[in-house]
């Protein structure tokens, strides 16, 4: 197999087994903090059309690092030094060398872009850096347990149970998250009142004709989101643990419990 881009830091091994047709892609890649082997794991069914696995880049900074560094040495840049990052050096209990010079600023898009494209694409990188900040904002040290901290304190203030939001992380990957379907709704709820409300909305996908988040980890599938029904405006919510049989399956079940709503 092949990577894009490229990535030879890393070293790959793909354990991930054959499935029968319909039970989906449960291909999942694990790597350990500035570890260099990457497994593949899981299964893939045989009647998958899509030949890919995505996954996000371990240790973004350092990727940039040593592809600048590779970019300027093939344009006569000499370089020097190896590419570092603040993960690898916090494995090896250094500190970031304070910035010499400032080459350039480069501008992140605007904030409702950004979390369209998350909700849009699942994207679990951009989830768990929103996490970091959120603590970063708020004055506290950019962790993922702060950014929960300051997360279930802003909820509260909208009256809802901080209990009720048990997170371990920003994507929703962890199979120690846990969240009540109730509280989800609720969070839709109070979510319609805020300014930033409509461009969260337009950032929700449509499944099923439905403007709807879908959320998944192995045997386990939610849909959260809006749906009118009858000229009213509702808030759900719907969550499967540890189901058996094909995630096709399971989603059409869910699909026909959703439909009642239409």
């Known amino acids: 197999f092949r990577t894009e881009p490229t990535m030879p830091y890393l070293v790959f091994k793909s354990e991930v087994l054959n499935a029968p047709a319909g039970t989906g892609d449960k291909a999942y890649i694990y790597l350990p903090a500035a570890g260099k082997l990457m497994y593949l794991r899981g299964t893939y069914a045989i009647d998958q059309t899509k030949k890919t696995v995505s996954a996000a880049i371990p240790d973004p900074a350092f990727d940039v690092a040593l592809r600048l560094s590779d970019t300027l040495e093939k344009l006569g840049v000499k370089v020097s030094g190896e590419p570092q990052s603040t993960t690898i050096l916090a494995v090896k209990g250094q500190q970031v060398t304070p910035i010499a010079k400032e080459l350039t600023t480069i501008l992140s898009p605007e904030l409702s872009k950004m979390v369209y494209w998350l909700n849009q694409k699942s994207l679990n990188l951009y ?25 279930q304190h802003y909820w509260k203030t909208k009256g809802i149970d901080p209990y009720t939001l048990n997170i371990f992380d920003g994507s929703g990957l962890s199979p120690g998250n846990r969240v009540t379907t109730l509280t989800m709704a609720r969070v839709l709820q109070s979510a319609k009142k805020e300014s930033w409300y409509k461009d969260f909305y337009d950032s929700l996908p449509i499944y099923n004709d439905m403007k709807m988040k879908s959320g998944s980890i192995s045997d386990v599938l939610a849909y959260t989101g809006y749906q009118t029904y009858k000229g009213r405006e509702l808030c759900f919510s719907i969550i499967v643990n540890n189901y058996s049989g094909s995630t096709k399956g399971i989603k059409e079940k869910m699909f026909r419990v959703l439909d009642e709503m239409k």
């Open 127 to 151: 989830a768990e850096q929103f996490l970091i900040t959120i603590a970063l904002k708020a004055g506290k040290e950019p962790t993922t347990s702060n950014g929960v901290k300051v997360l």
